[in-house]
């Protein structure tokens, strides 16, 4: 059963608001509604599963980075970290993480070891959100943040933050089943100058799944989700393009 105010985006989408009585767009039925409905839905898990393949591989990316510069716990050392208050940041947030997991890993760590209070960072990164990451990323060194954003064929770690930042609120958003539908997305990716990269306008969906494909074919693992989505929207003709970001 789908509630009236989770359609009602949906159904003003087809309203004429510049006729008397805002009447529907003729030949409106519901059963379009409903597959503009739909239509999101899918959107919404194909990206889902892009943005999820992309954490995976830059949990292991920061991992590689800090480790074959600095070892197995690297959060030990300030020099890993762009700043003494960055360094206190991630500690915290790594802690924090560690406390709370339930993993066995974790447990198997707590319960056989007392020194170093944390994990080695190939065994740390798998507790990690989509958030936290993105966090520890902004905390490290710049040498080691051009070393991560180089593994996705980014070039300038800023460009690449940012990148980080708008697929971080595209996991959420699909996450929490919201809509995808008529949004401009709040967090914009810096361009990529030397790929022109993205092409598309930067509050739309595509630009953002342009920015993920480029990412995700630099690491070795291309995911074609701007051709993807492009097909999902093809293939339901209620959704306009625009109204799909594309």
């Known amino acids: 059963m789908i509630g009236y105010e989770r359609l009602r985006i949906y159904f003003l989408a087809r309203r004429q608001f510049n006729v008397p009585g805002r009447p529907f ?19 919404r898990d194909a990206c889902f599963g892009a943005v999820g393949q992309f954490e995976i591989l830059l ?21 890993a970290f762009k700043d003494p208050a960055s360094h ?18 974790a447990k198997h760590y707590r319960n056989t070891y007392g020194d170093p209070y944390l994990p080695a960072i190939w065994t740390l990164k798998e507790f990690l959100t989509f958030g936290r990451s993105s966090n520890l990323y902004k905390c490290l060194s710049g040498p080691l943040r051009t070393a991560v954003a180089a593994d996705f ?23 929490h089943h919201d809509r995808l539908f008529n949004r401009k997305l709040q967090k914009q990716p810096k361009t990529l100058t030397s790929a022109s990269i993205p092409t598309a306008p ?30 999902i929207i093809a293939a339901h003709p209620q959704m306009q393009p625009a109204e799909a970001g594309y």
């Not at 767009?25 to 959107?43: K, M, N």
């Not at 590689?64 to 959060?75: D, L």
């Not at 930042?165 to 699909?174: G, K, Q, S, T, Y």
């Not at 930067?202 to 989700?225: F, N, Q, Y």
Request: charged residues 25%.
């Open 153 to 175: 064929g980014v070039p300038s770690d800023e460009v690449f933050e940012s990148w980080i930042a708008c697929l971080v609120d595209l996991r959420n958003i699909c996450a």
């Open 88 to 105: 206190i940041s991630a500690i915290k947030s790594l802690s924090d993480v560690y406390e709370r997991t339930h993993d066995a890993r």
């Open 25 to 43: 767009v003729p030949g409106t039925s519901y059963r379009d509604i409903i597959a503009l409905y739909e239509c999101d839905a899918i959107l």
């Open 59 to 79: 949990r292991n990316s920061i991992s590689e980075a800090v480790s074959q510069a600095y070892g197995s716990h690297p959060y030990l050392n300030s020099a």
């Open 202 to 231: 930067k509050p739309k969906l595509k630009a953002i799944l342009e920015c993920l494909d480029h990412a995700m074919t630099a690491r070795g693992a291309s995911v074609g989700i701007v051709a993807r989505v492009g097909r």
